[in-house]
Nanobody, 115 residues
Framework: QVQLVESGGGLVQAGGSLRLSCTAS????????MGWYRQAPGKQRELVAT???????NSVASVQDRFTISRDNAKNSVYLQMNGLKPEDTAVYYC?????????WGQGTQVTVSS
């Protein structure tokens, strides 16, 4: 079955950095559009960044100059490098795989940014 396993979350002070990782199994990773989403308490889940199978990236305006998404197809992994973290970045971050219009989700990893 499909599994997406995230890691790298934690507690960090404002201005700090974290690197999230997500390793996938059970899918043809090289063909998947991979993404990171987040959900803050009381809010809807929102897109953070995506990366296509060819490496084209897209991210929301609020993180564009701070977060970088990347992938390593040899390791079936996608990453989110987060710099300049702000308290408003506090959320559960989810890895997402879009493979032939089927969507799969990881269990999420908590990121907490203290002021």
């Amino acid at each position: 079955q499909v599994q997406l396993v995230e890691s790298g979350g934690g507690l960090v002070q404002a201005g700090g950095s974290l690197r999230l990782s997500c390793t996938a199994s059970g899918i043809i990773f090289s063909r998947a559009v991979m993404g990171w989403y987040r959900q803050a308490p009381g809010k809807q889940r929102e897109l953070v960044a995506t990366i296509t199978s060819g490496g084209i990236t897209n991210s929301v305006a609020s993180v564009q100059d701070r977060f970088t998404i990347s992938r390593d197809n040899a390791k079936n992994s996608v990453y989110l490098q987060m710099n300049g973290l702000k308290p408003e970045d506090t959320a559960v971050y989810y890895c997402n795989a879009n493979v032939f219009i089927k969507y799969y989700w990881g269990q999420g990893t908590q990121v907490t940014v203290s002021s």
